[in-house]
């Protein structure tokens, strides 16, 4: 769908070049949405865990209940806004998005119940983080750049990292200072001033205004670069090819496994290190400390994705998270901050790649043209596995009274994603596709 109107105005024709590619601000736009969706899917539990199950009496398995149902949520919603958004763009589907995300936050401030909390974490919030989240926004990114996917969206994954940085600390403090239901209504309100304007600059692909991507001129047609973006739209497998090759199963399996191991980790750490001692400050802060190295390194990840083979990177970024868990397991059993401190540290390091590496060997192995609905389609298969991690993470913590199991299974998905990731067969391409 062409935004016709804005095709030879503000964007101009088909030989202009602007003087700022599009592409550039919705970066941007990019990392404010994932800043608030994945800061509130993956940041957002931990703070709130203790004083809510200490006020409303509930066990931290019953709290950690929407994080799977949520899971579920962004796995449906994924299945149809794939093909919307290669389609339609992603637009209204931000604005949506925003409307559900932000109206469910304020909701929690007055939950009192368990069916509640279920629905308005689990199911509304869910399901608006979904609609603002990477599938939107990363594979909006990987048909406006293909020369430059990976900077741009590892400088877009950056929200993340940022979000990291932020959230657990200032939500820790605020919740300290006036209680947790105040808090979820400031989140609300911080939340929709800055998803507005995110929502309401997205664009479907650049060739909606006769331009190339990675903002090539009609007069690089004879570049690399031009050779490059044409054979990626050329070969593009759509959903029903895509999902027939064995690499559709053995990625969506290695995401799955490596997306679990976050959820894990951000969910359970500030308790996890709570129970052994450290104070919610400290606690708080070792999650931002992952997360300062994990916002460093975007930018130096995406350049070495986009001048290096992709998989051995991945598989790289995999091993080191999953020794940053055993170094943290063995941090806390021996009671060295220092040795807690490094391990958060590689922890970011190995996080800081994961982002763009999965939406690049997803380009780079099925193209741009169909992206949405493939990576929709990939979303059930991963989701499944990570969905009822944290969940079973709860339930091990609330019936052993101990974390150790948990770590260990952390380390051993991740060393076996970074496997699958080394060994997926990059699929054969159609020499040509029906226009």
Not at 198 to 212: C, I, K, Q
Not at 318 to 346: M, P, R
Request: glycine share 10%; hydrophobic share 50%; aromatic share 12%.
């Amino acid at each position: 769908m062409v935004d016709s109107k804005l095709h030879n105005s503000k964007f101009g024709g088909p030989s202009s070049k602007p003087p700022l590619y599009y592409g550039y601000y919705l970066i941007a736009a990019a990392f404010i949405a994932q800043f608030i969706s994945l800061g509130v899917v993956s940041y957002v539990l931990a703070p709130f865990m203790l004083p809510m199950t200490d006020e409303l009496g509930w066990s931290r398995t019953a709290f950690s209940i929407p994080r799977t149902i949520g899971q579920v949520m962004m796995a449906l919603i994924g299945l149809f806004i794939g093909v919307y958004l290669d389609r339609y763009g992603g637009r209204r589907i931000m604005l949506l998005g925003s409307a559900l995300l932000c109206g469910a936050l304020f909701w929690l401030s007055g939950v009192q119940t368990l069916w509640g909390w279920y629905l308005g974490f689990g199911v509304v919030a869910m399901m608006g983080a979904a609609m603002l989240g990477p599938l939107v926004v990363n594979v909006t990114l990987a048909k406006w750049f293909v020369a430059r996917r990976g900077q741009s969206v590892a400088w877009a994954a950056m929200g993340v990292s940022f979000a990291g940085i932020v959230i657990p600390a200032t939500l820790t403090q605020s919740i300290e200072v006036w209680g947790w239901r105040p808090t979820w209504q400031f989140l609300a309100i911080g939340c929709l001033i800055v998803l507005l304007p995110a929502a309401l600059s997205m664009r479907r692909t650049p060739e909606d205004f006769g331009w190339h991507p990675d903002g090539r001129s009609d007069d690089d047609g004879s570049s690399a670069a031009a050779a490059r973006e044409a054979s990626d739209f050329a070969g593009s497998l759509n959903r029903s090819e895509a999902i027939r090759t064995p690499a559709f199963a053995m990625l969506a399996v290695a995401f799955g496994l490596y997306t679990s191991t976050i959820g894990v980790v951000l969910l359970h750490a500030i308790p996890y290190l709570q129970d052994s001692g450290f104070s919610p400050a400290t606690s708080a802060l070792m999650i931002s400390i992952a997360s300062i190295p994990a916002l460093i390194s975007k930018p130096i990840w995406g350049y070495f994705i986009d001048n290096r083979a992709p998989r051995p990177l991945a598989a790289a970024s995999s091993i080191a998270t999953g020794l940053a868990t055993l170094g943290i397991l063995w941090a806390v059993q021996h009671d060295s901050q220092a040795a807690l401190i490094g391990s958060f540290i590689c922890l970011g390091l190995g996080w800081g790649g994961m982002i763009p590496l999965q939406e690049v060997i997803w380009g780079l192995f099925f193209g741009r043209r169909y992206l949405g609905s493939v990576r929709g389609a990939a979303m059930p298969l991963a989701l499944t596995l990570s969905a009822p991690a944290p969940l079973l993470a709860a339930m091990v913590a609330d019936s052993a009274g101990s974390y150790d199991a948990v770590w260990l299974a952390v380390a051993a998905a991740n060393f076996l994603a970074a496997v699958l990731m080394a060994t997926a067969p990059p699929p054969s391409k159609p020499q040509q596709q029906n226009n």
